[in-house]
């Protein structure tokens, strides 16, 4: 019996994995952006194209599907490329993996930082993911694999518990429970319950943190403790560097600065070629 469980939940699992037709992200990411700009402890927010990413950010309400830690190198794993693995997440049908940041570079995703996490903090935090490398996927647990399969609306009361469903096991995780673990470890919050105690004498915020297997991935996005860094901006973002499909093109000058129209407006260079646009005049 055990043995057909976990041959249909690997069917299943197949199934939910299996890439969504058309999708095509509207801000793919720059891979070199990206590598440049994270950091160890940055949680990466990915919208996934798969089936189960689908059920997931219908329930969660959310553009993001998946979260990943960036952790730096995994030791010396690397794929066969020669590119480290620098990603430790949780995947449905594999548990929790290591992975190379180009496995992303086609999707639309989101840097979350934890600000002011100590650098010893920090390093605990990436231990504790990459250490859980190996952790198992429960797919045994049917139940648990048959939440992202429902056709039917969710009660938005009833979405997050719907995500959380599952064994209890603490060695079979998903993608948000093992970050919201990591960062527990060290009692760095990411969404907490507040409770507010009213008194003659004081008013004091009660932070409680909220169990792992609540969290969504959005939860980083949206978490007042995590900033949202955006790559492009990061490494210096010049609007007047940007071409626009309605400029023609034309050479810069010999002295490499930009044309400007005869109301003193700077022109915009192809980013790709640098070379200049024009502006015809009337």
Not at 161 to 172: E, F, H, K, Q, V
Not at 174 to 194: D, G, H, M, N, T
Not at 196 to 210: D, F, G, K
Request: net charge negative.
């Amino acid at each position: 019996m055990s043995i057909a469980l976990d041959r249909f939940g690997h069917l299943i699992a197949h199934y939910l994995e299996r890439p969504a037709d058309g999708y095509e992200p509207f801000t793919p990411s720059d891979p070199d952006a990206l590598r440049a700009t994270l950091r160890p402890g940055d949680v990466l927010l990915v919208e996934g194209n798969s089936h189960v990413s689908g059920v997931i950010k219908y329930l969660t309400q959310s553009t993001w599907s998946h979260a990943a830690l960036y952790v730096g190198r995994v030791g010396d794993r690397e794929t066969a490329d020669g590119e480290p693995l620098t990603l430790v997440e949780a995947n449905l049908g594999q548990g929790v993996v290591a992975a190379p940041l180009s496995k992303y570079a086609r999707y639309h995703t989101r840097i979350c930082r934890p600000i002011g996490l100590s650098e010893e903090d920090c390093a605990r935090v990436c231990a504790y993911a990459a250490e859980r490398i190996g952790f198992d996927y429960d797919l045994k647990n049917i139940i648990d694999l048959l939440r992202y399969l429902l056709p039917l609306p969710v009660p938005q009361r009833w979405r997050r518990r719907l995500i959380a469903m599952g064994s209890g096991d603490p060695t079979r995780i998903i993608c948000s429970a093992l970050i919201a673990q990591a960062f527990e470890l060290v009692r760095y919050p990411i969404l907490p319950k507040i409770t507010r105690i009213e008194s003659e004498v004081a008013r004091e915020e009660i932070l409680e943190i909220r169990h792992s297997s609540l969290y969504a991935p959005r939860d980083f996005d949206i978490s007042p403790f995590f900033e949202v860094v955006k790559p492009t901006l990061s490494n210096g973002f010049d609007y007047r560097r940007m071409q626009w499909a309605d400029l023609p093109l034309a050479q810069p000058s010999a002295d490499g600065s930009l044309p400007a129209v005869e109301d003193g407006t700077p022109l915009a260079p192809d980013l790709d070629t640098g070379s200049v646009a024009t502006r015809q005049s009337a």
